[in-house]
């Protein structure tokens, strides 16, 4: 079984500032994967970013990189230049990679919200 | 639009009504999966199929809740005998089941709310 853990409910950051994201995981199985989603006031879960668990380099992908520690079981998210639009609900999330269970477990999420 | 869609996008329902909800994947994906995601919380595993073959059933669901994915393409998730426990929003989300990531990307989600 694999937990999620996020420890911030909410957070607010000025526009064109950095904000990072807690997460923290829990897993029994050797291989797995992390994710990062976003989810507006629509609904929508956008997926963000990826880290798999034998990637030797930190994920990156435009303004959003991911700081992972292994050893500490965390995958932080760190939002670079803060937009308006980032203002968001982000959830961290963790599949196994074993066969036939990708089912994925989220955390309980971080509320952003971004400042002019 | 080649994303994941659902519909209906909202559904109002009276307790003891059955709902039927639809998800269609993005194409070629062969990996389907229904979660559920109440207020203020991350959603929740439900099942998932890979082609037509549900694989995987969550304790979540209980025997009021039945999914389909007939010939492997869009699937259907119906609620018998609505409780007002089961208002939340249910999340559709396809995986095109290969490679390593098998990233999982969601539709707008069906949002039900149980009066």
């Known amino acids: 079984a694999q937990k999620i853990t996020q420890t911030q409910p909410g957070m607010f950051v000025q526009e064109k500032e950095a904000v990072t994201l807690d997460c923290t995981y829990d897993?029994?199985?050797?291989?797995?994967?992390l994710f990062w989603y976003k989810q507006p006031s629509s609904g929508e879960m956008i997926f963000l970013i990826y880290?798999?668990?034998?990637?030797?380099q930190n994920a990156t992908e435009g303004r959003y990189s991911l700081n992972f520690q292994k050893a500490r079981k965390s995958a932080n998210l760190v939002i670079s230049a803060s937009q308006l639009g980032d203002s968001a609900m982000y959830f961290c999330?963790?599949?196994?990679?074993?066969?036939?269970?990708?089912?994925?477990?989220f955390g309980a999420g971080t509320t952003v919200t971004v400042r002019a | 639009d080649t994303g994941v869609s659902q519909n209906p996008r909202h559904k109002i329902t009276k307790r003891g009504q059955n709902v039927t909800f639809r998800c269609d994947p993005i194409?070629?994906?062969?990996?389907l999966y229904w979660y559920r995601q109440t207020l203020g919380q991350g959603p929740e595993f439900l099942t998932y199929?890979?082609?037509?073959?549900?694989?995987?059933k969550s304790r979540l669901l209980s025997d009021r809740f039945s999914a389909e994915r007939p010939k492997g393409s869009f699937s259907t998730l119906e609620i018998q005998r609505t409780e007002q426990g089961d208002s939340a929003m249910y999340l559709c989300?396809?995986?095109?089941?290969?490679?390593?990531?098998?990233?999982?990307?969601f539709g707008p989600g069906t949002r039900l709310t149980v009066l």
């Open positions: 989300a396809s995986s095109l089941g290969a490679g390593v990531t098998d990233t999982q990307y």
């Open positions: 897993t029994s199985d050797p291989s797995y994967g």
């Open positions: 880290q798999g668990s034998y990637d030797q």
């Open positions: 999330a963790i599949h196994a990679l074993r066969s036939n269970d990708y089912k994925l477990s």
């Open positions: 194409s070629e994906h062969n990996r």
């Open positions: 199929f890979q082609n037509e073959a549900q694989l995987e």
